[in-house]
DNA sequence: CGCCTCAGTCAACAGCCGTAGAATGAACGG
DNA sequence: CCGTTCATTCTACGGCTGTTGACTGAGGCG
């Protein structure tokens, strides 16, 4: 077998090194946001020269963009009722172990025009998918607020940390939300 | 009658300056945040000098403080349905016309401490008035989850003006929010 | 072995920031 | 009318930031 450990060859050592830069920027991002997030700090944390930062991502902006690409769950297309029950599954996975990336854009969406750029990019097309499986006429009001509730526990989760939220189980949350999702998704929820 | 245009008194003239400070403080943070808002631009804003704003709050902590100190709607106490349609009420309330002294808290919550903890501290009364109104164990986490849709959806409104809900009338939404709110707050909401 | 490529370092610059303190000049009180 | 207060301005300092370009030294290869 292949002995993984003596000696990396060039491109491998430069590939790790490049990994080592991207996983300490999202961390640092998603704990203290784009603005507070220095590049010296980026490199210090991942045991570089801030030179080879910039020699690797080009500018901060670029390496804050590298950093928090990533790929959000599809949603399948289907019934209100299925693609309401799709949304909560997303969001179970969502609330053990969100990933570093998201919270990163998430962190940062309030007070940086990329970030909220990509936060909307992100957004857009599940939104999209959710308004298009409810049949009401205010279908993309509806999809805006799963959207905004969806991404509220979120935040108050992971990055206010607020008691309430922190310390549940998702099981817990999920099953708490499913019949507001299932109201919001359904055709006319029942009067009173 | 007394003329109010001609002479301003200089505790006036001084008073009156504190103001425009602070209204063009509280633009600029609820507009940009906290790290983006400079004393600079805020002096700039308020046509004053730069060291005049330093002389009148100290520092730019201090600033923000007073900037943003503002009180919020008390929540009465009174049955779960009771507390959640006053909840709902205080949201149509910030919904047509959030203070920007509240939005400036929102806008630098996650990117700065201090806002955090002042968003706590605003929050957390209200959360605790509707946790004692629910007569289930996981009150908590109930009264975490209503705070997180309000935030939510004030955060998607005024700070991401995403087209779903920026555009809906505060009628709508509360409308379309109270059944989750009253099977939130109610006892144990009906399976299925 | 000897050259070249290239991962990684170092030192420096220009700009912006919060902040401090002296200077100015007009309103006030006696 | 004169001395004092005080609202306001001006200038400057030190620190941190993103960014640049020259430099170093070891691996890859003929």
């Known amino acids: ?84 029950e799709a949304l909560l599954a997303s969001l179970a996975r969502r609330l053990d172990g969100e990933p570093v990336a998201s919270l990163a854009v998430l962190r940062s969406m309030l007070t940086n025009a990329d970030a909220a750029d990509r936060y909307r990019a992100a957004g857009e097309p599940q939104l999209s998918r959710i308004a298009a499986a409810i049949p009401t006429a205010d279908a993309e009001l509806r999809a805006g607020l799963l959207g905004a509730i969806v991404h509220g526990v979120i935040i108050e989760r992971y990055l206010l940390r607020l008691g309430g939220l922190a310390g549940a189980s998702p099981e817990q949350i999920v099953d708490l939300l499913r019949p507001c999702f299932q109201l919001l998704a359904a055709a006319t929820p029942g009067r009173r």
């Open 1 to 84: 077998m292949t002995d993984p450990s003596p000696k990396p060859t060039r491109a491998q050592q430069r590939r790790r090194t490049e990994e080592d830069i991207l996983v300490a920027a999202r961390q640092m991002f998603a704990e203290l946001g784009y603005e507070r997030t220095t590049i010296r700090a980026v490199a210090r944390a991942a045991g570089v020269d801030p030179g080879l930062v910039m020699h690797y991502y080009g500018s901060k902006d670029e390496l804050f963009s590298r950093a928090t690409r990533h790929s959000a769950d599809e949603l399948p297309a289907g019934t209100a009722e299925e693609v309401a």
